[in-house]
């Protein structure tokens, strides 16, 4: 990554670690707020709500976060304190001065059409008249590619540009994808690193030319790290073989029933079991059936799941952590020619849980294989040593102190330094 090599060759390279679950959503609110799981709220990349039945996944709310992120904290100290936020997940009606997130309008025939939240409201229209729309079909999914990734940086430059905040979070996606589907030393996630790092440099130029080479203070951090993965394990599969969870049969295949004695919501490397009436025998079954089991590293119950931060409300009554080297599949059929329809698409709103086997989308049958053995990399366990750690560097040498950071640590740290900038 030569441009990144060149931004901090006089600055400075920590390691960065990343509270569990390191997985988008509670990696970014933890990042964000200084906060663990318990405090913010963001227990994975969805919520089941209970009272209603309902999972929501990836179209939750600012509101979700129940903890002030770092807009919130600049504002409390001055209004004049700007922030933008560019596409950080549950970014929608938040604190920040400046927002861009994606938001498809959803039409009566089910298709989507392309379009953009953005802080002010109107800013989109400006966007598009500039650079076009998001392409939101290469920000996930079997297209996605640096397209996405160069759009989010080149909107970045013109909005920094044009309303000149105090301080920026900019989300960039581009290296999940290759190194979840083929692995992260693999030579396509290789390649997805050089094409960042020519985007990168396109920025940090843009930047550069608007606001003057030496006014920026740049900090780039890795969210988590993705580790190389040879085995799945399927908590659904292995519950309903236990006589606890159920399924409907509908015209199109098995549908989970939410009504089961419990079933899990799955993510990444972790996933969160739901209890029917929160039952201490099942609890207990449960606990005892994944004990032991190839694939699972942990198993927390009640105040257990404090060790990680995870003792709230929304989270599962069972939390099953994986080995580093497996990850956890969604699927509860038993026989693939009686699963749902949608788990053969890109339908990341239906499935009960994450799906990285979409990558795997197959052009000539227009369907997904349901062989999860295909995915060679994933995230989300706990960090137990240096491979699972990140990075974090910055063009200025002070900043980041000379010392290794937790993910938990930057917020507060982060505030008084923008906080200090402002005044002075």
């Not at 966007?127 to 290469?138: A, D, N, R, V």
Request: charged content about 20%; some cysteine.
């Amino acid at each position: 990554m030569p441009n990144l090599q060149a931004l901090v060759s006089n600055g400075s390279q920590q390691r960065l670690t990343t509270s569990f679950p390191g997985v988008t959503w509670p990696a970014q609110a933890s990042m964000l707020t200084g906060k663990l799981p318990s405090e913010h709220g963001v227990i994975a990349n969805g919520f089941y709500w209970r009272d209603e039945k309902e999972i929501e996944m990836w179209t939750a709310w600012n509101d979700k976060i129940e903890a002030p992120q770092i807009w919130d904290l600049l504002h409390e100290i001055s209004a004049d304190i700007k922030s933008l936020a560019w596409f950080p997940m549950l970014s929608k009606g938040s604190g920040a001065d400046y927002i861009c997130m994606p938001k498809p309008v959803h039409n009566p025939d089910g298709s989507e059409s392309l379009w953009c939240y953005t802080q002010p409201q109107e800013y989109y229209g400006d966007l598009l008249e500039s650079i076009g729309h998001f392409p939101l079909q290469h920000f996930w999914g079997p297209l996605a590619n640096i397209k996405s990734s160069q759009w989010i940086l080149e909107s970045a430059v013109k909005a920094i540009s044009d309303f000149k905040p105090h301080f920026s979070y900019i989300y960039i996606p581009h290296l999940d994808y290759a190194a979840q589907k083929l692995g992260p030393n693999s030579s396509a996630a290789l390649q997805s690193v050089a094409e960042l790092d020519k985007a990168l440099g396109e920025m940090i130029q843009g930047i550069d030319e608007s606001l003057g080479n030496n006014n920026v203070v740049w900090i780039v951090a890795s969210e988590y790290v993705i580790n190389e993965v040879d085995h799945v394990t399927y908590p659904n599969r292995l519950l309903r073989e236990a006589g606890l969870l159920n399924v409907s049969l509908q015209e199109d295949g098995e549908h989970l029933d939410l009504d089961s004695p419990a079933w899990a919501l799955v993510d990444h490397q972790f996933s969160h079991i739901f209890i029917k009436n929160r039952c201490q025998e099942t609890i207990q079954k449960v606990q005892h059936m994944f004990d032991g089991q190839n694939g699972i590293e942990e198993i927390l119950v009640g105040e257990e799941r404090s060790k990680y931060g995870l003792n709230h409300e929304r989270s599962g009554d069972v939390i099953l952590v994986s080995t580093s080297n497996s990850w956890q599949a969604y699927y509860w059929w038993l026989d693939d020619a009686k699963a749902p329809r949608f788990a053969r698409t890109v339908d990341i709103h239906r499935k009960p849980g994450y799906d990285p086997v979409e990558l795997h989308f197959d052009m000539e049958t227009k369907s997904i294989p349901l062989d999860a053995s295909l995915i060679k990399g994933s995230h989300g366990a706990p960090v137990t040593d240096e491979t699972q750690q990140g990075i974090i560097v910055s063009n200025s040498s002070s900043i980041l102190e000379g010392r290794n950071w937790m993910d938990i640590e930057l917020c507060e740290h982060l505030v008084n330094a923008v906080s200090s900038a402002h005044h002075s």
